[in-house]
Structures are given as structure tokens and as C-alpha cells.
């Protein structure tokens, strides 16, 4: 339902912990509004530069849509300190293992469910490398999530050389078991993931018939969304933005 001036508004945001892959507590980040509900949730997968400011803006913007939102810190098995060092340390131990985000992400649909406000239905987002994992966990899940969203996701389209220990196997080669319908966002100057990488998500989604939808856009490279960075794109993100709103509204319930 649109949003009219006579409804009240309020929500909650704070930190808190769950029960992440194989049990690890872990740290993640919740907004949610208040009142009755029912409604429908987001898993927010932090992006490349780490569980930062953009990250929980986000979260928030989601719930001031009538999402809840849970984005868990990817990194907090490795410590804490400042955002750029959880990173650096991350990348340094060769990188958060694939099958570890996953999990993280399914246990943090778990926790939208248990909440008494939830519609039960749950989707899932990501940015830049987070759209990597977004793809990554819609494919490596199964009856967990209702929609997916893979802003730009660099490395779904994996040479078998770039392969690691943590990213074992390209997301592109589990495209069969796509789980839910998927949203794809792109900008067609973009390097990571260049437009015929997203020609060859692309032909692999049609290959196996899946429900998805792919969006690109003139005039914008990566992260096009950051409105902090000189990557800003205003139509391009506000356009995408648009793209978001309806793509889950029909498929989580959530505001068009």
C-alpha cells in the first residue's frame, strides 16, 4: 500500500546476535518498523568494502519500507575493530569461505521468520561483492528465500584459475538450483562484472529457464548506487531503486 500521511511510522535499529553457520554467534545489524505487521523480510549480505555505514543506511531505508532487515557482520569471526581492518584481515586469510556467508545468510532468514511480525516470506540482497553472494545463496538454499536481488555482483562468472579454498566454485555453475525469482542491476561501464560476464549469467539463466529479470544501464559503471562516491549515478540508481521496490512488493508483499 502506498504510504499516505495519516499512518504512523516508527522503527527499531540496533545490534544484536544470532546464531550464525555451524552455530558461531555472531554480530549482525536489525531494522525493523513498528506496529503489528505482518511483514515481509530482507537479508542484507555486506558488500566488499565491509559491514559499514552504507550497509545499515540500507537496512533502514528497508524498513522504513515495511521490511525487516537483518545484515549480518560476515566478519566477526575474525575480531573486531574498524571496518577497513575486518576486511583487510579477511582478505588476508585468503577470504570469508562461500559456504560460511550462506550460512550466515540462511540463519539470518531464520531469525526474520521467528518474529512474530513476519509474513514469512524472506528475500535477499546484496551490492558489489554481496551481489556475488546473493547469487551465490539463492542458488545454495533451498525453501529459504522468496526473491533475490544481485546489485552488480562482480566474479558470479568465475575463471577456473581465480578459483580459491574459500570460493571453491564459481556461483555462475550452480545457476541450475536457483531457488527463487531473481533481480539483476547492472551498469553496462562496469569492469567487475564487465557486460559480457553478465551476457553469460545471462544465457545460463535462460539455459535452465529460471524467473529472473536483468536491468542495464547506460552511463553507469560500478556501484552506481553509492551516493557518497563519484560512482553516483542519480537516474540510474533512482531508477534501480524503482526496480527493487516492485520486484520484491511482488514477491515478498512488500510496499510497490
Not at 540496533?14 to 531494522?31: K, P, Q
Not at 537479508?43 to 568494502?49: A, F, K, Q, R, S
Not at 575480531?79 to 583487510?88: L, Q
Request: glycine share 12%.
Amino acid at each position: 500500500m502506498p504510504y499516505t500521511t495519516d499512518k504512523y511510522q516508527g522503527m527499531i535499529a540496533e545490534t544484536i546476535t544470532l546464531r550464525g553457520h555451524d552455530g558461531d554467534v555472531i554480530h549482525a545489524y536489525s531494522a525493523k518498523p513498528l506496529g503489528p505487521g505482518p511483514f515481509p523480510g530482507i537479508v542484507l549480505i555486506p558488500h566488499g568494502p565491509g559491514w559499514d555505514e552504507f550497509n545499515k543506511e540500507t537496512a533502514r531505508r528497508f524498513a522504513h519500507h515495511g521490511y525487516m532487515v537483518v545484515c549480518p557482520d560476515i566478519w566477526c569471526r575474525l575480531g573486531h575493530g574498524s571496518v577497513e581492518d575486518m576486511v583487510a584481515k579477511g582478505r588476508a586469510t585468503g577470504g570469508l569461505p562461500d559456504v560460511q556467508v550462506v550460512g550466515d545468510a540462511a540463519a539470518s532468514a531464520a531469525v526474520i521468520r521467528s518474529q512474530p511480525t513476519s509474513n514469512g516470506k524472506v528475500g535477499v540482497i546484496g551490492f558489489c561483492s554481496g551481489g556475488r553472494l546473493t547469487y551465490l545463496t539463492a542458488c545454495r538454499t533451498q525453501g529459504v528465500f522468496n526473491a533475490a536481488v544481485d546489485c552488480w555482483g562482480g566474479n558470479v562468472v568465475q575463471p577456473q584459475q581465480s578459483l580459491t579454498l574459500a570460493q571453491p566454485v564459481a556461483p555462475l555453475d550452480y545457476t541450475k538450483d536457483l531457488s527463487c525469482p531473481l533481480l539483476g542491476l547492472f551498469g553496462n561501464d562496469d569492469q567487475n562484472p564487465p557486460p559480457a560476464a553478465v551476457d553469460t549469467q545471462d544465457a545460463e539463466l535462460k539455459k535452465f529457464n529460471k524467473q529472473y529479470e536483468f536491468h542495464r544501464y547506460p552511463g553507469a559503471g560500478h556501484g552506481f548506487f553509492y551516493y557518497d562516491r563519484p560512482m553516483f549515478r542519480q537516474e540510474q540508481a533512482l531508477d534501480g531503486w524503482k526496480k527493487v521496490w516492485a520486484f520484491f512488493g511482488k514477491h515478498l508483499g512488500g510496499e510497490v
